[in-house]
Each structure stands twice: as structure tokens, then as C-alpha cells.
């Protein structure tokens, strides 16, 4: 495992991070309990020092199977990244910019960016506690919330970095408009955003932004939520409640079996997976400084922590490149 200095932070992080989305459950066709821990406890034992995840994961499920899941461990040893700003519960009484519903079944669940002072407290506290830690190492505005001042969003990260509950402070889904306006209140340590093989649109303008203000990026949705391994289209069925169901159809089928023909006999001359080879290649990626990779089992996690065992040549980088060109 490599571990990556963020930004312009302290904090070394493993270029492989544990994403806990999918251990929460919701919109994931639910969770196995001890699979979720059994994983995380994989990804610590095989050098994944950093757990990425947010109270909307599971509606807090995901930060309570953590707690338990480190409950006894070095807390040194291990690096939370936590989120806020996603409300499900209604306690922000209608305000902030409504996102989408998370109900399923006939339920309805409606949950709104939001993003104000008070909201940033009430939810640092509330995942302190589900997380059974007295800090948290990243903590990072989930999305952006357009009915609350950036600054005033940044100035309560400022006071949470103050008062020693949170070591730095992070943004997913900035902009590069958002990044510099947050500039104005305060030294941002990351950005997270969605990036993969098929998704490059921040080496345009936010990969150069970030590089020149020392801002870590936290790659996301590397395998397209596990599009990119190619088993979906090896008869694998998801369940009625998984997002993933209407999350693919945004790529065209074709293409994607076309990048993925091509990275098979490459993955299997190196005796690994698709997945890992694609791990590997966007951790090697410029300006990304550690990438999430979800796992619902330990040996889905200890697959994930592998990836960073394997070498890719410049030529073999190069091959893959002129792949995804097609693709894109």
C-alpha cells in the first residue's frame, strides 16, 4: 500500500480508501451486518488505513458499523473521512435545495442539501458519536447547498478545525467557481468528486486548479459502482431497490464491453481482475491523490487493497489511454 500526503494537510492517507456507500445499505439492495465488518476489518489488515463515508450512508447505518467495526483499534492508525449536509430526517424544516428522494417500496424519504452553520454542527456531533470517535480526521460538505452562503459553510469548518473535532477540511462535488470562492474563508484540504475511465471531465479545469492550490482530490466511483468490472454483463442480476438499475443506463453498453475486451487479457496477463487493473491505473492517475473503492465483503476489500501490487509499463499505460479515447 502507498499512503498519500492531502494536500496541504498532515494527514497521510492509503492511495486505496475503504468507500463505505455501499455498507450502509440504502439504494444498494440492502447490507449483510458482519459481511460489512468483516470487510472493514479485511481493509485494515491489508493496509487500507482510511474509511471514507457520511451519515446519508445508510442513514447513519454506515458510520455505526464503522464504530464497531474499529471499536478497540489504534484510532491513530486509522483515518475517518466523514461528510454532512445531506438531511433525511427532517429536522432542517424545510430549508436548503430539496435533491431527490430516497424512498423506495412506496416510501418516501426526501432529502435536501444543507448546509448552514448550525446543520454543520448538529451533524458533526451526531457522527462522533455514531462513529464512537472524539474526531474526525476529513470532514467535507457532501454537495454543494446553492441556498447557503459558501462562507458561512466554510466558517463553521474553520470553527470545527478550531475546537480539535476535526483535523481538515474537504468539499465533494466542487466546481472550480465553488473552490475559489471557498478559498476566500479557508485552505480546503481536498475535493471529492466522480472519476473514472469513463468519466474524466475534472482533467479539465479542476485537476489543474487543484495541483496549482496544493488540494487533494479524492477520486469516487472509480469502476462506475461496479460497471467497469464487466461482470454486469455476464447475467448478474440487481435487486428491484438497488440505484444501480437506472445508474448504468446513462452508458452506452457497447462502448463499455468494447474498454472492457481490452483490458482483460491485460488484467489476466498480470494474474488480476478488471477491477483491480482499473484501481490501479486511476490511482496513477495526475492530480489524484487517493481513490475510493466500496466493499461488501472482506474479500472484495482484500481485492481492492491488492490492486496496488500491480504494475503498469508506459506502454501498457498508453494501451489502455488509447482504449478509453474510443470509449470517450
Known amino acids: ?66 464504530g464497531e467495526a474499529i471499536k478497540g483499534k489504534d484510532r491513530t492508525k486509522i483515518q475517518l473521512l466523514n461528510k454532512f449536509g445531506l438531511v433525511w430526517d427532517g429536522s432542517n424544516n424545510g430549508k436548503g435545495e430539496f435533491f431527490f428522494d430516497a424512498g423506495a417500496d412506496g416510501k418516501s424519504i426526501p432529502v435536501y442539501k444543507y448546509a448552514s452553520k448550525a446543520n454543520v454542527i448538529k451533524e458533526v456531533e451526531e457522527g462522533l458519536k455514531r462513529l464512537g470517535t472524539d474526531y474526525i480526521d476529513l470532514l467535507q460538505l457532501h454537495w454543494p447547498d446553492e441556498t447557503t452562503a459558501i462562507d458561512e459553510t466554510m466558517e463553521a469548518l474553520n470553527l470545527l478545525v478550531q475546537q480539535g473535532k476535526i483535523l481538515a477540511a474537504g468539499v465533494s462535488n466542487y466546481n472550480l467557481a465553488q473552490l475559489k470562492e471557498a478559498k476566500q474563508t479557508i485552505i480546503l484540504a481536498s475535493n471529492q468528486v466522480s472519476y473514472s475511465m469513463l468519466n474524466r471531465a475534472i482533467e479539465e479545469t479542476i485537476i489543474p486548479y487543484t495541483l496549482e492550490n496544493n488540494i487533494g482530490i479524492i477520486a469516487y466511483s472509480p469502476l462506475e459502482r461496479g460497471l467497469l468490472t464487466g461482470k454486469y454483463f455476464k447475467d448478474v442480476r440487481l435487486k428491484s431497490n438497488d440505484h444501480r438499475n437506472g445508474y448504468f443506463g446513462q452508458f452506452d453498453p457497447e462502448k463499455v464491453k468494447a474498454l472492457i475486451s481490452i483490458l482483460e487479457p491485460l488484467a489476466e496477463s498480470k494474474n488480476t481482475t478488471v477491477a483491480q487493473l482499473v484501481l490501479r491505473w486511476t490511482t496513477l492517475q495526475k492530480g489524484i491523490t487517493i481513490v475510493l473503492a466500496g466493499s461488501r465483503n472482506a474479500a472484495q476489500a482484500i481485492d481492492n487493497a491488492k490492486s496496488m501490487d500491480i504494475s503498469i509499463s508506459a506502454n501498457e499505460l498508453d494501451i489502455i489511454h488509447q482504449a478509453i479515447k474510443a470509449v470517450n
Open 1 to 66: 500500500m502507498e499512503y498519500r500526503k492531502l494536500g496541504n494537510t498532515a494527514l497521510n492517507l492509503s492511495a486505496i480508501t475503504h468507500g463505505a456507500f455501499a455498507i450502509g445499505g440504502t439504494m444498494w439492495g440492502g447490507n449483510e451486518k458482519q459481511d460489512s465488518i468483516g470487510a472493514i476489518h479485511a481493509s485494515i489488515d491489508h493496509g487500507v488505513t482510511t474509511i471514507d463515508t457520511a451519515p446519508f450512508y445508510g442513514f447513519g447505518l454506515s458510520e455505526e458499523l464503522i
